[in-house]
């Protein structure tokens, strides 16, 4: 298993972009496919993005497509989440979350985590 350990939240306008930074501990962070979730108040947790083990497969949810970018560093154990365009409905805690060890990208689409980080709060508000 691997340890995650968000930061980078912060409150940003409308508008605005902001990068969400993921550190991960523990043995072969590369054999993990990696995504963002993130849960706002009142609702259920949903998926953002995923990105496979060699960062060449992304994948993300209608909601964030054309604004929201996924990769990875897997030389510094780092995955990343930049978000452009951000609007008041982004608010919410991201997670950040590894799949099964060896496990593909749709492992991580699909809910299957192993490890989550303790989440990192984005405010959007003018």
């Known amino acids: 298993q691997v340890q995650l350990v968000e930061s980078g939240g912060e409150l940003v306008q409308p508008g605005g972009s902001l990068r969400l930074s993921c550190a991960a501990s523990g043995r072969d962070f590369e054999a993990y496919a990696m995504g963002w979730f993130r849960q706002a108040p009142g609702k259920e947790r949903e998926f953002v993005a995923a990105?496979?083990?060699?960062?060449?497969?992304?994948y993300y949810a209608d909601s964030v497509k054309g604004r929201f970018t996924v990769s990875r560093d897997n030389a510094n154990n780092m995955v990343y989440l930049q978000m452009n365009s951000l609007k008041s409905e982004d608010a919410a805690v991201y997670y950040c979350?590894?799949?099964?060890?060896?496990?593909?990208?749709?492992?991580?689409?699909?809910?299957?985590?192993?490890?989550w980080g303790q989440g990192t709060q984005v405010t959007v508000s003018s």
């Open positions: 990105v496979s083990w060699s960062g060449g497969s992304t």
């Open positions: 979350a590894a799949g099964p060890k060896d496990g593909a990208i749709i492992t991580v689409i699909r809910g299957d985590i192993d490890s």
